[in-house]
T-cell receptor, first 116, second 106 residues
Framework: DAMVIQNPRYQVTQFGKPVTLSCSQT?????MYWYQQKSSQAPKLLFHYYDKDFNNEADTPDNFQSRRPNTSFCFLDIRSPGLGDAAMYLC???????????????FGPGTRLTVL | AQRVTQPEKLLSVFKGAPVELKCNYSYSGSPELFWYVQYSRQRLQLLLRHISRESIKGFTADLNKGETSFHLKKPFAQEEDSAMYYC????????FGTGTQLKVEL
């Protein structure tokens, strides 16, 4: 019954070699997020989509790009990974609020990226 | 800019002891405050939010606007409460604190 799925769970890449992380959701939520979480640090928002509308955080490096081909899938592309990009990458969706429930973010298990 | 501070990286308590995980925030408006929990090898999930004023798994958190705090409390810690706890603030986007690792010892 996984709702937000991230593949792979562990990804190893080489310095400078492009890498793509995947996220899919079975919830049909309009909003999807990508967070970066480095060791012992707080998850940090990189960008989010509202449907196909892309919203980049001001301090997200240009090295990070994203694609959302449809509602279910969202990809994080790191064009030239550096050693400092090694982190856990979290995908999340947002369930909108209704008259009977508040909105809520649902997180995937994360992909741990290692850069050699 | 919005900011969330969790001063303790690690909190170790004995089973049955009271627990208080501290969270302070800085924001001039009226943000939404949350506590998220991450159990070992599991995904980050919402524990509770200030607006609902509910108790989840025995945990409560009261928003103190005067002290800009949103501490998480439980009167009697249980072994299964051992996890990483993140305080978060939302005004537009969600901003997380650095987390507190709670370890409940027997």
């Amino acid at each position: 019954d996984a709702m937000v799925i991230q593949n792979p769970r562990y990804q190893v890449t080489q310095f400078g070699k492009p890498v793509t992380l995947s996220c899919s959701q079975t919830l049909n939520h309009n909003v999807m997020y990508w967070y970066q979480q480095k060791s012992s640090q707080a998850p940090k928002l990189l960008f989010h989509y509202y449907d196909k509308d892309f919203n980049n955080e001001a301090d997200t490096p240009d090295n990070f790009q994203s694609r959302r081909p449809n509602t279910s899938f969202c990809f994080l592309d790191i064009r030239s990974p550096g050693l400092g990009d090694a982190a856990m990458y979290l995908c999340a969706t947002l369930r909108p609020g209704t008259l009977s429930s508040y909105n809520e973010q649902f997180f995937g298990p994360g992909t741990r990226l290692t850069v050699l | 800019a919005q900011r969330v501070t969790q001063p303790e990286k690690l909190l170790s308590v004995f089973k049955g002891a009271p627990v208080e995980l501290k969270c302070n925030y800085s924001y001039s408006g009226s943000p939404e405050l949350f506590w998220y929990v991450q159990y070992s090898r599991q995904r980050l999930q919402l524990l509770l939010r200030h607006i609902s004023r509910e108790s989840i798994k025995g945990f409560t958190a009261d928003l103190n606007k005067g002290e800009t705090s949103f501490h998480l409390k439980k009167p009697f810690a249980q072994e299964e409460d051992s996890a990483m706890y993140y305080c978060a603030l939302r005004w537009g986007k969600l901003t997380f604190g650095t987390g507190t690792q709670l370890k409940v010892e027997l």
